[in-house]
């Protein structure tokens, strides 16, 4: 059994540990579009050349937050993952409350199973709480699950994170973690972080 055996914590943004990428103008318009047409402009996919760019220049200090996964209770590894928060804040504020442990609807990632099963084609698929209805429940208080904040981003890379709804709007806690490409994803699921660290921890659970 893979569990996430500790409560993920807030970590520091650190650039310079990342691979800087060539800002090209596409991934610039996704910005322009937003600083335009704001949330709502996004609520439908629209094509993409290619990946989207995480270190384009009008991107904000973003949070990063960690798990410690564990395989029949030994420690298998750490993600660490930087969340999109300055243009999916709710998304994102969800899956931080939840590895925090403070989310106001109780629920948390503490001891949930992380590969509930494996999905071909996609990844793993983590975030299952056992005593939530049908293992998924947001950290949100009022909402069960909530609402398809944008899909900006398109799912053309491996180690995104990104909602596994139980359909339109219906975003709880679970999520995928690809491993490869996977543009049917898009326009369904909302991606909303990256693996910033155990890509291969990932790749590992998914053999």
Not at 26 to 35: K, V
Not at 69 to 92: C, K, N
Not at 184 to 195: E, N, P, Q, W, Y
């Amino acid at each position: 059994m893979r569990r996430i055996r500790d409560a993920a914590r807030s970590l520091a943004p650190t650039a310079a540990s990342l691979p800087r990428r060539s800002l090209g103008t596409h991934s610039r318009g996704w910005y322009q579009r937003y600083a335009a047409r704001g949330p709502e402009g996004f609520l439908r996919p629209e094509s993409a050349a290619g990946g989207f760019d995480w270190d384009a220049p009008e991107a904000k200090n973003r949070s990063r937050c960690f798990l410690e996964v564990s395989v029949d209770g030994q420690r298998a590894g750490r993600l660490v993952v930087e969340l999109l928060d300055e243009l999916l804040p709710e998304t994102s504020e969800n899956f931080r409350l939840l590895c925090s442990g403070d989310a106001p609807s109780g629920a948390s990632y503490v001891e949930s199973t992380f590969a509930r099963r494996v999905v071909k084609g996609v990844g793993l698929l983590g975030g299952a709480l056992p005593e939530a209805p049908g293992g998924s429940r947001s950290a949100f208080a009022d909402r069960p699950l909530f609402a398809d904040e944008g899909f900006f981003v398109p799912h053309a890379e491996p180690g995104l994170l990104t909602m596994a709804s139980s359909g339109v709007d219906g975003n709880g806690s679970q999520f995928y973690t690809t491993i490869e490409p996977a543009p049917h994803l898009d326009g369904r699921c909302v991606a909303f972080g990256r693996l910033v660290e155990g890509l291969d921890v990932v790749r590992h659970l998914h053999e």
